[in-house]
């Protein structure tokens, strides 16, 4: 298991197809030093790595982290600060930052090269509608079996961060505002 984070990021965005028009505009907004997780995986290869590249230079000039969707290796080839996404994508692969994705205790426990967690979704959330979400308890639960940091993804935003009581948050729509 890689060493923990601790300085990771408080707060992350995460791009998606409907949110992509405003991610300058965010960009330039969230604290210095923020995280950015680029996904994009509604564009053809070509498209989505340009994208990536624009993106990436402008989270960069404000000391952002990006991490790039996809595997470590193509993390470290598209010249990615981190690789974001599930156990089994991330457990192999150059040194890198890894972001990985869980959405209870089984995904947790596989996520064994992770520097930190991505637990979601947190509340509703317009990525899966009808879908619930952990809630605050069932979410601490989790996040307490956890063996380097958790981020908060679903349905978060600053406000409902702080009523979480967690030092660390991911946002799609959350953070557009």
Not at 15 to 37: E, M, T, V, Y
Not at 111 to 131: C, E, M, N, Q, Y
């Amino acid at each position: 298991m890689p060493k923990c984070q601790p300085c990771l990021p408080a707060v992350w965005l995460i791009s998606d197809a409907r949110n992509d028009a405003g991610l300058a505009r965010a960009l330039a907004r969230l604290p210095r030093g923020s995280g950015f997780i680029f996904r994009h995986y509604h564009l053809p290869p070509a498209a989505r790595q340009a994208r990536f590249r624009t993106l990436a230079a402008l989270a960069r000039r404000r000391g952002h982290i990006v991490a790039l969707a996809g595997t470590a290796r193509a993390a470290r080839r598209w010249g990615a600060d981190a690789a974001y996404g599930p156990p089994a994508a991330l457990a192999r692969g150059p040194v890198l930052v890894r972001l990985v994705t869980a959405h209870g205790l089984h995904e947790l426990r596989q996520a064994r090269r992770a520097d930190a967690i991505l637990l979601s979704p947190v509340f509703a959330t317009r990525s899966h509608p009808g879908a619930g979400g952990l809630g605050t308890l069932r979410f601490a639960l989790i996040a307490r079996w956890a063996r380097c940091p958790v981020i908060a993804l679903g349905g978060m935003n600053p406000a409902r961060a702080k009523r979480l009581r967690h030092p660390r948050f991911a946002a799609i729509d959350g953070l557009m505002r």
